[in-house]
């Protein structure tokens, strides 16, 4: 089985890790620096877990604004439609009566 490449660099930079600690870790692992790694994974487990909840709240409220836009625009075509209804029935009132 090949060995699985491991950006360093990357890693540093994601979990907030100095590179010398995570290539030690790599090299010459200790209970310590295994310790800190995994303390590193959780907090971005625990940031990413709740980044994906504060997304789905917003993906539901954006969802019921647009709902609720929708339903506001039907209602505002349907009253103006009545309104140009009532408007021409007015005019045609008005024709009809010669003035």
Do not use: W
Request: aromatic share 2%; proline share 3%; hydrophobic share 40%.
């Amino acid at each position: 089985m090949a060995a699985a490449t491991v950006d360093i660099g990357f890693l540093s930079g994601y979990l907030n890790i100095p590179q010398p600690t995570l290539e030690e870790t790599l090299d010459a692992p200790t209970a310590e620096l295994v310790r800190a790694v995994l303390v590193a994974v959780t907090t971005k487990a625990r940031e990413h877990q709740d980044l994906e909840a504060d997304k789905h709240q917003v993906d539901t409220e954006l969802e019921a604004a647009i709902r609720g836009s929708e339903t506001r625009s039907k209602e505002l075509k349907e009253a103006a439609d009545r309104a140009l209804k009532e408007a021409n029935e007015l005019c045609e009132k008005l024709a009809s009566e010669g003035i």
